[in-house]
Nanobody, 123 residues
Framework: QVQLVESGGGLVQAGGSLRLSCAASGRTFSSYAMGWFRQAPGKEREFVAV????????YYADSVKGRFTISRDNAKNTVYLQMNSLKPEDTAVYYC????????????????WGQGTQVTVSS
C-alpha cells in the first residue's frame, strides 16, 4: 500500500513557476515509477510526466516538454514537478500516481493516486 500526498499548488501569473511535491508513505517508494497527471474542468485527466524507479526513464507530454521537470528523491520518498513558464492552459488539478511497473502515460496502469493539488495560472 502506498499513500500519496501532493502539495505546492496555488495561484500564479502566466510566465511564473511552481514546484509541486508528492510525498509517499511506505518503504517501497523506490520500486515504483511515479507519474504526474492533471485534470482541467470539463476535461479528461491527462498525462503530464513520468519518472522511473531510479530517476531515469523520464517522459513528458508534448504540451509541457521543455517547461516542466520531474524528479524524485528516493531517500525522502518524494517526487517533484518543477513547472516553469506556466500558461493559463496549465490550470488544472494535478495528481501524482504510483505505478509498480513502468507504463508511461497510461493512467489506468497506476495503482495509487494522491488527492490532487490545484494549480491556477492567471493571464
Amino acid at each position: 500500500q502506498v499513500q500519496l500526498v501532493e502539495s505546492g499548488g496555488g495561484l500564479v501569473q502566466a510566465g511564473g513557476s511552481l514546484r509541486l511535491s508528492c510525498a509517499a508513505s511506505g518503504r517501497t517508494f523506490s520500486s515504483y515509477a511515479m507519474g504526474w497527471f492533471r485534470q482541467a474542468p470539463g476535461k479528461e485527466r491527462e498525462f503530464v510526466a513520468v519518472n522511473g524507479w531510479s530517476g531515469g526513464s523520464t517522459y513528458y507530454a508534448d504540451s509541457v516538454k521543455g517547461r516542466f521537470t520531474i524528479s524524485r528523491d528516493n531517500a525522502k520518498n518524494t517526487v517533484y514537478l518543477q513547472m516553469n513558464s506556466l500558461k493559463p492552459e496549465d490550470t488544472a488539478v494535478y495528481y501524482c500516481a504510483a505505478d509498480p511497473a513502468y507504463h508511461g502515460s497510461n493512467s489506468k496502469e497506476y495503482d495509487y493516486w494522491g488527492q490532487g493539488t490545484q494549480v491556477t495560472v492567471s493571464s
